[in-house]
């Protein structure tokens, strides 16, 4: 069992976080991010830190969900500070990426091209065949990143498809010419 949760989460530097009631809001270079936490935690700010406690450490759901938030308020610290970054990679002949003010164009090997609308908070930059989000906030770029990958996922035979730039794909042999002896 982790126990980080036990410790008070430090802000690094050139960050702020207030606290009023159930909400706590980041503030930092890169923007500023809020967190409703759930009711049976308690967030405090002191000068240690973001302290968050629950009524019950040995109760289950308690302790579950104050792991979860204080990760949240971690993911939180760290946005705001670094900001979150994933890669796309697009493999394929005809297929490729294409970023338009707020829209993106994706060309997968359909009849017609995938348009989809970026959320406020993404920057998205394209060189060649991959395609780099970025974001303060975690959530929103992981979200952003598996709905363009579930556009073509990748598949095993030939490796065509929109896969995360460190996502290692399996190739599988395929079928085998028939009557070849070896």
């Given at each position: ?5 036990n ?8 960050v702020?976080?207030?606290v ?46 104050w ?77 952003l990143?598996a ?12 490796g ?8 290692v ?14």
């Amino acid at each position: 069992m982790s126990r980080k949760a036990n410790k008070p989460i430090v802000l690094p530097a050139g960050v702020t976080a207030t606290v009023t009631g159930q909400m706590i809001t980041v503030q930092g270079p890169k923007g500023e991010l809020q967190l409703n936490v759930h009711p049976l935690v308690n967030v405090v700010m002191t000068d240690a830190g973001v302290v968050l406690t629950v009524r019950q450490p040995d109760d289950t759901t308690e302790r579950s969900l104050w792991g979860t938030m204080g990760a949240l308020v971690r993911n939180m610290l760290i946005g705001v500070s670094v900001g979150y970054t994933v890669q796309l990679e697009i493999n394929g002949v005809g297929y490729g990426f294409e970023v338009s003010g707020k829209k993106l164009t994706i060309r997968a090997g359909f009849s017609h091209p995938v348009i989809m609308t970026l959320p406020e908070g993404v920057t998205v930059k394209q060189e060649k065949n991959v395609l780099t989000l970025s974001s303060h906030d975690k959530q929103l770029v992981g979200q952003l990143a598996a709905e363009i990958r579930k556009v073509r996922k990748p598949e095993p035979y030939k490796g065509k498809g929109i896969k995360y730039i460190d996502e290692v794909i399996i190739r599988k042999q395929g079928k085998q010419a028939a009557g070849a002896t070896s």
